[in-house]
């Protein structure tokens, strides 16, 4: 067996078998290997649009919760001030109606103090005709002498 025979047969064995994968394997695997790759840098893109997406609809969400957060202070202040308003509104009230009851508690003791009046000058009026007739020891005749009477009670 001859070395150099040997290892020509093996040179040319192995330059048909790097011309058999170089024509039939290796296609096959570089486009797999391509395709995969293609398919990692899609995935890579999509997850990177995906994250800025994410960080748009994070910044919209924080967007809208303050304004969410505004409109409610908006709303709690236009309610306090309604609270205060209704308050004062109420005290405004309170305080008329109290001074109309007051009106009417003083219209009814003028009115009763007017009708005591009356009531005394009648009773002094006959007390003081009573008197007189014991003093004059004689009747005096009432409708003769009513005005006088009822000048005497107006006095009082």
Same mark, same amino acid.
């Given at each position: 067996?001859?070395?150099?025979?040997?290892?020509?047969?093996?040179?040319?064995?192995?330059?048909?078998?790097?011309?058999?994968?170089?024509?039939?394997?290796?296609?096959?695997?570089?486009?797999?290997?391509?395709?995969?790759?293609?398919?990692?840098?899609?995935?890579?893109?999509?997850?990177?649009?995906?994250?800025?997406?994410?960080? &748009? +609809?994070? #910044?919209?969400? /924080? %967007?809208? *919760?303050?304004?969410?957060?505004? $409109?409610? =202070?908006?709303?709690?202040?236009?309610?306090?001030?309604?609270?205060?308003?209704?308050?004062?509104?109420?005290?405004?009230?309170?305080?008329?109606?109290?001074?109309?009851?007051?009106?009417?508690?003083?219209?009814?003791?003028?009115?009763?103090?007017?009708?005591?009046?009356?009531?005394?000058?009648?009773?002094?009026?006959? &007390? +003081?005709? #009573?008197?007189? /007739? %014991?003093? *004059?020891?004689?009747?005096?005749? $009432?409708? =003769?002498?009513?005005?006088?009477?009822?000048?005497?009670?107006?006095?009082?």
């Amino acid at each position: 067996m001859n070395i150099n025979a040997t290892l020509l047969g093996q040179a040319i064995s192995f330059a048909i078998f790097v011309w058999f994968c170089m024509k039939y394997v290796w296609p096959p695997l570089t486009a797999a290997m391509e395709e995969r790759q293609k398919q990692m840098s899609d995935g890579l893109e999509n997850a990177e649009k995906a994250q800025a997406e994410l960080d &748009l +609809a994070k #910044a919209e969400v /924080e %967007k809208q *919760l303050k304004e969410a957060k505004q $409109q409610s =202070a908006v709303l709690i202040d236009q309610a306090n001030k309604r609270a205060n308003q209704i308050v004062d509104e109420a005290k405004v009230i309170a305080v008329k109606e109290g001074d109309r009851l007051k009106q009417a508690a003083q219209a009814d003791i003028e009115q009763e103090v007017n009708s005591a009046k009356e009531v005394l000058r009648k009773q002094v009026s006959v &007390l +003081a005709v #009573a008197g007189a /007739e %014991k003093i *004059l020891e004689s009747s005096v005749d $009432q409708n =003769a002498h009513s005005e006088m009477l009822n000048n005497l009670a107006a006095e009082l």
